[in-house]
């Protein structure tokens, strides 16, 4: 059965970054979540206007589908980068063929703000933290899946998150 890791927490988390490092481990197929945002939702988030859930069902699905096709190709794992903020934007990616695993990274606000004032280029902007803040919902014990406090560095993170995986 694909075990399929959906990297999740609110921008700036290290969400990107985590995923490579564990697609290069897992030597899998990864998406980046914001891969598959309409550019509506992109220009959406760039004028600092938050998604609603309407803006968010497609995408979800569009996630949801890809993990169904690296399942249905046979592959033994993938890795996904998505904020699954809610728990119904997770129960939309639960519903992948194989088993689905959500690793919230989940850093200090103030860490994950200066990251986000640190960004360039990105067309999310610093003040989505607050607004996606507003409605992450911690996982429930009916999700496969843990927290990581990723304060640390990146190499930190990924120690932590192994450790988590294997045991």
Not at 38 to 62: E, F, S, V
Not at 114 to 121: C, L, T, Y
Request: aromatic fraction near 6%; charge should be negative; include cysteine.
């Amino acid at each position: 059965m694909t075990k399929h890791y959906v990297i999740m927490g609110i921008c700036g988390c290290g969400k990107t970054t985590i995923a490579q490092k564990l697609q290069q481990h897992l030597n899998c197929q990864y998406a980046e979540g914001d891969d598959f945002h309409t550019q509506a939702n992109r220009d959406k988030m760039g004028a600092g206007i938050p998604l609603n859930d309407d803006d968010r069902a497609p995408w979800l699905a569009n996630l949801r589908d890809w993990m169904s096709q690296q399942a249905e190709n046979g592959a033994a794992h993938s890795v996904v980068t998505c904020s699954a903020l809610k728990k119904a934007y997770r129960d939309i990616l639960r519903g992948a063929l194989g088993e689905v695993h959500f690793i919230h990274l989940s850093p200090p606000v103030e860490v994950n703000r200066e990251r986000m004032a640190a960004r360039k280029g990105h067309y999310m902007k610093a003040n989505m933290v607050d607004s996606q803040l507003a409605i992450l919902q911690p996982l429930e014990s009916d999700e496969l899946g843990f927290v990581v406090n990723n304060a640390g560095s990146p190499d930190e993170v990924w120690v932590e998150m192994v450790t988590k995986i294997s045991s």
